[in-house]
Structures are given as C-alpha cells and as structure tokens.
C-alpha cells in the first residue's frame, strides 16, 4: 500500500511569489490533516479535510493560505503571496478514523 | 486549552546510555489520545506509539518503552542503550476523541547519541 506523498519535496521561492504544495493520500482514507512546523518550532495544526470539506481550518495563519481537496481525494495548499514567516516544513497526513494519521515526507518550503 | 510540553529542546547522550524523554500535556477531556513520533534526519514524521487515556499500562516494544501517568499527566518516552540512529527530533503530540483528530505537538526534544 502506498504512503502519504507530497510534492515537492523541498522548493525555494522569492517573497512576493506564489507556491503550490500537493499532497496525496493513503487510497481511501477520508480524512486528510496539513500541519506545518516553522524552524524550532512545534508542529502546528492547519486545517483538516473529509473528503473535500473542511472541516476545521482553525489553524490558517491568514489568508494568504488557501486549501483545497478537489474530488476528495489530493489536496493543494498554495500560498500567495510567500512571505519570509512562511518558511517551514509543510507536513500532510491522512487518516481513515481520526485517531491513526499516517505522515507523508514533508515539504521543506523556502522563501528568501 | 489542551497543551503538550517537551521541557527538554535538546539532549545529548553516549551510545549505550538510557536516556528519557519528557512529556506533560494538559487537558480537561476525559477521552483522549497521546502519540511519540519520530522524526529523523531525512525529515519525515515516523509514528511509534499511541495510548488512549484509558490505558495506564506501562508498554515496552524492544529497546523503547513509554510510561503514562494521569495523575501526573505525563507520557515519558526511555530508550535503552541508545543507538547512534537514535539520534533525531522526538515528538510527543495529544489528540481529543470529542474534535475532529487534529494532533497538538509538543516542541520536540531532539535527541544526539554519539558513538
């Protein structure tokens, strides 16, 4: 069974310019969670999916974020426009009952 | 609110020492979840344990074991004779059963074992 993927892995970008991340899922599973962890910092909660409705995105930092799970199945999180605060690892996980979330790889976003 | 602490940023052992990892989290919720994860150098988040609130019992799975108390609300993480792949970021990370499975971190201790 294939893991969480995220793409892609690592990407550096200029502030002012837009990013798009993806995120696959485990097949079937429902619920699909973003979290990011800033340099020396806590993994930080974004927003949570199931299916293609959002479910909690109590944890955006603003609206510069936009996240999106078209058909159910991968998800998207663009940011636009980057900002130098912005720079972290971006995690994806996916769960088939809330309680197991599987992690993909991360993306290591760079805004300089 | 719920909060999970990682006192310690970082710790650095010699191989073959035990080292234990704390974690205290606070929460009003009856029913919850505790994780560890790990995440090494090559930067994915790797799970190792789950514990519900339920479950007091102390676990041990080769070299790891975990110790839970609720009267402390603690979750500490010991490593026996550690490894040179020891040596990552870990994570202790609480989840609600009444919210919609979002986990809430702790900052992360990062362990180095040198050889």
């Known amino acids: 069974e294939a893991g969480v993927t995220q793409f892609p892995s690592h990407s550096v970008i200029e502030k002012g310019q837009t990013v798009t991340l993806r995120c696959d899922p485990i097949?079937?599973?429902?619920?699909l969670y973003w979290y990011r962890r800033v340099m020396g910092k806590e993994i930080k909660f974004l927003l949570h999916f199931v299916k293609e409705s959002k479910q909690d995105e109590s944890g955006m930092p603003n609206n510069r974020f936009l996240a999106e799970r078209t058909g159910g199945t991968y998800s998207t999180l663009k940011v636009q426009p980057a900002e130098l605060e912005d720079s972290g690892v971006y995690f994806c996980?996916?769960?088939?009952?809330?309680?197991?979330?599987?992690f993909g790889p991360g993306t290591r976003l760079t805004v300089t | 609110a719920q909060k999970v602490t990682q006192a310690q940023t970082e710790i650095s052992v010699v191989e073959k020492e035990d080292v234990t990892l704390d974690c205290v989290y606070e929460?009003?919720?009856?029913?919850?979840?505790l994780f560890w994860y790990k995440q090494p150098p090559s930067g994915e988040l790797v799970f190792l344990i789950r514990?519900?609130?339920?479950?007091?019992q102390n676990e041990i799975s080769g070299r790891y074991s975990w110790n839970f108390q609720k009267s402390t609300s603690s979750f500490n993480f010991t490593i026996t004779a550690s490894q040179v792949v020891d040596s990552a970021v870990y994570f202790c990370?609480?989840?609600?059963?009444?919210?919609?499975?979002?986990?809430?971190f702790g900052q992360g201790t990062t362990l180095q074992v040198k050889p």
């Open positions: 929460t009003r919720d009856t029913t919850y979840y």
């Open positions: 514990r519900n609130s339920f479950d007091e």
């Open positions: 996980a996916s769960s088939p009952d809330r309680i197991e979330q599987y």
């Open positions: 097949s079937g599973h429902d619920n």
């Open positions: 990370a609480w989840s609600g059963s009444s919210n919609t499975g979002k986990l809430i």
